[in-house]
């Protein structure tokens, strides 16, 4: 009796897809595609990932290393075809449209100057309309940040500066994570590019004080005039890969 | 980029250096100094660019904005270089400045007959001066958005319109160009840098005609190959040559001998889209090497200098780009690797950001025995207001076609990238550039186009002349005091080599360096420099070995005095003038 019950119990979980050794589609896919990725065999990987962001699209991580995948393997132009597919299928999807945005920042370093700046701006588009789905510390830092990037003359890093504000507001909220570090770096660089040091400062000083050990704001604390400027014009460089990869996100 | 051939290319260069640095060690205490003489010496005259008419006349002026082109050469054979310098707008003259031997010059251009060109229908761009038919009296070319124009040098002061008897009847919107013997026949041919496709821009009929791309362009105007029949005709051969697929906005082009092999090689700067690096076949084609030489470049190629900048006898060159605080392309130092490869050491050198770029040339200002470089700049020095934030919507509104001239905003009063700084870099000995510009007196804010160098009071300092936009010309005179010792050949080919000796290369070793010039025929944006081979032998007082690599095949050992200008013709050796 018992061993027929645990039959149907088990009969039961496979029907519903319950089963414990039987992984999600999309997480098996991932499986796949980052196992093909660890021996660079990016065909497979980026085939799987694909299907792994597709069955699963809000899945940040998946996005992510997808977008990674494409970095390595140059593919941009196919990021950016598969993730406007994706979000025409998927038009509620807040963080396919953040991994979008990142598919184009993800390109700019390996394109001429002016593509660089169409871009920035698609990616912008993108970011906003990820902001609209789903506010969130990872939007608004996002956006915010991607603000800073643009040249002062089209002064747009006071809407840098907005949108980091939303961010150090809804991580104030929040339980502390070490990637909050970040908010404060940027808003003072924020607040650098709109040409307001003594801000600048007081949120460097700020984000000291719950980081102490942030070599990044200890930095930009010590430095002044001529080494500050290029030490910031340096982060904010278009021809230099940024860091796009969100794992700080999962692993904190 | 490549680091271990950086590594290589600076380690060889430190060794070699240790021993012969010396000079340039002093050479870095001497200040390099030039005065601006342009209206004592009568030659300050202002540049205009085309006016256009009807509702796009505004954005054609803007993508049309240079045309302020300065031609060194002596054209009357009395041993002094005298200049050519254009204007652009309708019925504006050109200048014929014959030198007078004294640091002044007279605008001969109405009686020799060359003050014409810019006529409703063509816009005058680029000139150079160059011995088509090997009579040893230096002819005169004019480019133009339009048909060409081929001067004959009657040799009495006079010039004579042969533009169509020579054939060079094709329409183009040429806006630079070179003369070299690709064939190496012993006749002087031409490459033409052509910007816009061959619409009539003065009739529009179709407003698309600006780029397709702002990157990647595919709808210039290319280039054109005119092989010079040695019977007073030219002849389109461009497709035969393997050039026809070259479809980008040509902007410059500048030829040299980059893989020592005899032959004349050709480098393509090309705005909005990837320049093109070709290889002499010897056989009267070219292949392109671009993917395997140099790769990936900053897409706005402006400008095209050849020299070897590390004297370690492969020469090098040298590409302006756009630097702005809203564009950060870099120029580009293609060092050559010797291998077939060139990698990029703009920012290794100090080279990279000269604002929005136009004419670079290499010159020996202070006679060291390192070649410096002068890099003018800037567009569209106006208004208070920036053109730049009315671009935005250009460049990001979906759909838009930008092809479309209706598409682009009025630039009105407003400034682009103006009132640039001119960048003058002091050559260190050691693979790195010193920016002086300041201390040397040329660090003007003009809208700089052109840059034409030249000795022309025959002292042994290199002079230079700049161009700009809209502005006047500035001549600047080589007071440096304490220069090294110098020499400058004036070379005259016989038989199978060109007159002009365009193509040939000399070798000099003097004082533990051993330096290579090669005569050129126009490179540099809307500029053509002298061509006499210029030396700075440092404080070395003889020359060691001379030898000059004739286009003929024929290499020639000479000795020469130092300190003066020396004219050798192939085979004959040194010459009376």
Redesign the interface.
Known sequence: MKKSLSLVWLLLLIASGLFPCQLPASDADYQQGMKALSSNDFSTALRYLELAVAGDPDNLRYGSDYRQAIIRSKEFDRALKFFDQATAQHPKSANLRLNYGFAYVDKIPAAGSITQVILANNALTEFTRSLELKPSWIAYYTRGTSYLFWPKIFKRAALGVADLQRAMEIQKSEQRHRYHVKAYIALGDGYWKTDDLVKARVAWEAGLKEFPASAALQQRLSLKGDELKNLIEAQFDPAARVNTDLRDLWTD | MDGLKIFKAYFTLAVFCASTCAWAADGAQTAIRFEEIGAKAGIRVQHHTRRFHGKNADVLRMFTSGGSAVAVGDYDNDGYEDLFVTDSDTGKPNHLFHNNGNLTFTDVAAAAGVAGGNDPQSVVSDAIWFDYDNDGKLDLLLARFGTPILYHNEGNGKFKDVTASAGLTKFANTIGVIAFDFDNDGHLDLLFANYFRPVNLQDLKDPHVLPN????ATNGGGVTLWRNTGKGTFEDVTEKAGLGKVKGWALDVGHGDFNNDGLQDIYIACDYGTDHLFMNNGNGTFREVTDKATGWD???GMNVDVADYDNDGWLDIYVTN?TD??????NMLWHNSGDGTFIDVAKETGTCNTGWGWAAKFGDFDNDGWQDLFVVNGLRSAGPE?Y??LL?PV??TPGLDITDVNNWPDIGGRTWSGYQKKHLFHNLANGSFKEIAADAGVDNEMDGRGIGMGDFDNDGRLDIVQTNADQPLLFYHNVTAKVGNWIELKLIGTGKSNRDAIGARVKLTAGGLTQIREIDGGNGYSSQSTRRAHFGLGHAGKIDRLEIWWPSGRVEAVSVPVNRVTYVEEGQGVIKR
């Open positions: 791309d702002l990157d990647n900053t897409k706005k756009i605080e809203y564009m950060k392309e870099c920036s730049v934030p935005l460049l990001t």
